[in-house]
T-cell receptor, first 114, second 111 residues
């Protein structure tokens, strides 16, 4: 499968727990973007990463949220001490180059906070 | 936050008709424009990209861009029931790689 991969596809967490969402970009792509889609709302940019670098995190909430894209392995979006308002679909996209190139989306992780 | 506006719809067309979807954006620095299709419960699927003024055709899809009017549109010819989905307009925020999305237009193609 050469597409963007995300896991888990569904994640249930109780309030206060940590959520870890993983994203492996499409083969040949080195740029990763995370977006969040809240129920009945549009897709919102969260963070843009290249290997070992956060390029733009202007859409990340200031607290509890962090992202990384290590030299080896997938990109990880971490949400600490989840609250019910974090329940959403989290999508990862990747592109071959940065700039204004096409971004291809993974299947998403649906996070439910109970 | 720069805005991307789409008519909220929904839009309903008969099978075989042309569906026209419109989008306006506020950031004059934007350089890349995309249309994504999202089926209910699924992820966005890229269907068209356009970077220059004018028309770009790909099969039954035509994207149109007018930077002076800050307007981008998508035409779907010979609409099929399988085209029924929400269509998202996305625009890069000028000078950055992040995409700003419209809220989407739900299209229903009736057999």
């Amino acid at each position: 499968n050469a597409g963007v991969m995300q896991n888990p596809r569904h994640l249930v967490r109780r309030r206060g727990q940590e959520a870890r969402l993983r994203c492996s970009p499409m083969k040949g792509h080195s740029h990763v973007y995370w977006y969040r889609q809240l129920p009945e709302e549009g897709l919102k940019f969260m963070v843009y990463l290249q290997k070992e670098n956060i390029i733009d995190e202007s859409g990340m909430p200031k607290e509890r949220f962090s992202a990384e894209f290590p030299k080896e392995g997938p990109s990880i979006l971490r949400i600490q001490q989840v609250v019910r308002g974090d329940s959403a679909a989290y999508f990862c996209a990747s592109s071959r180059d940065g700039g204004w190139n096409e971004q291809y989306f993974g299947p998403g992780t649906r996070l439910t906070v109970t | 936050q720069k805005e991307v506006e789409q008519n909220s719809g929904p839009l309903s067309v008969p099978e075989g008709a042309i569906a026209s979807l419109n989008c306006t954006y506020s950031d004059r620095g934007s350089q890349s424009f995309f249309w994504y299709r999202q089926y209910s419960g699924k992820s966005p699927e890229l269907i068209m990209s356009i970077y220059s003024n004018g028309d770009k055709e790909d099969g039954r899809f035509t994207a149109q861009l007018n930077k002076a009017s800050q307007y981008v549109s998508l035409l779907i010819r010979d609409s099929q029931p399988s085209d029924s989905a929400t269509y998202l307009c996305a625009v890069n925020q000028g000078g950055s790689e992040k995409l700003v999305f419209g809220k989407g237009m739900k299209l229903t193609v009736n057999p």
